[in-house]
């Protein structure tokens, strides 16, 4: 079945450090992969996506590169703010029309 | 803008009641979706539905139904709510292509709900 891991959090970062985190699927065929955020008391929203293999979605700061041969999809950002603290997570969609999240990983940027 | 909204952010429920979450999105969305997240599981879909009166049930759909009258909305029914049923619910929209996969989810703001 389809199914995405994440790295546990919460991930405690100081502004402006590097930010990476990680993301491993496992699917048949060829998934969409996407990251998305959720900031404290809203709902979710698509941060970034890629298609097909080797893409690479990139938004706000953050990319991804859809990584087929180590089924990995990393979320990294060179410089972080304290305004991007929230929860992020990795997902995947493929045949049948459901997206398939990972746990999520709390982001904490300390000032 | 697509905007799907979720009738109420908190709502505090006794066990037994019958609970109704509504949402209802503006984009003249097919596909629609009920999810649970719960701290380290993320995000589980109850029950998603692609037409009018469509249903097909997701990974956890067990005491939980759905209704969809309206292509505008879709609620999400506990028919005896029960204290392990204490979570967010979120709401989402997708419109229906040709490549479904490689369309994102619009998600609302979601509901917490709490079963006393």
């Known amino acids: 079945g389809n199914s995405v891991t994440q790295m546990e959090g919460p991930v405690t970062l100081s502004e402006e450090a590097f930010l990476t985190i990680n993301c491993t699927y496992t699917?048949?065929?060829?998934?969409?992969l996407f990251w998305y955020v959720q900031y404290p008391g809203e709902g979710l929203q698509l941060l970034l996506k890629?298609?097909?293999?080797?893409d690479k979605g990139s938004n706000k700061g953050f990319e991804a590169t859809y990584r087929k041969e180590t089924t990995s999809f990393h979320l990294e950002k060179g410089s972080v703010q304290v305004s991007d603290s929230a929860v992020y997570f990795c997902?995947?969609?493929?045949?049948?029309?459901?997206?398939?999240f990972g746990a999520g990983t709390i982001l904490r940027v300390k000032s | 803008d697509v905007k799907v909204t979720q009738s109420s952010r908190y709502l505090v429920k006794r066990t037994g009641e019958k609970v109704f979450l509504e949402c209802v999105q503006d984009?003249?969305?097919?596909?629609m979706f009920w999810y649970r997240q719960d701290p380290g599981l993320g995000l589980r879909l109850i029950y998603f539905?692609?037409?009018?009166?469509?249903?097909e049930k997701g990974d956890i759909p067990e005491g939980y139904s759905v209704s969809r009258e309206k292509k505008e909305r879709f609620s999400l029914i506990l028919e005896s709510a029960s204290t392990n049923q204490t979570s967010m619910y979120l709401c989402?929209?997708?419109?229906?292509?040709?490549?479904?996969?490689?369309?994102?989810?619009?998600f609302g703001n979601g509901t917490r709900l709490t079963v006393t």
């Open positions: 984009m003249d969305h097919e596909n």
């Open positions: 699917a048949t065929g060829y998934p969409s």
């Open positions: 890629a298609t097909k293999a080797d």
């Open positions: 989402a929209s997708s419109p229906r292509v040709r490549r479904e996969r490689y369309v994102s989810l619009h």
């Open positions: 997902a995947l969609r493929n045949w049948g029309n459901k997206l398939v």
């Open positions: 539905s692609y037409d009018v009166k469509m249903k």
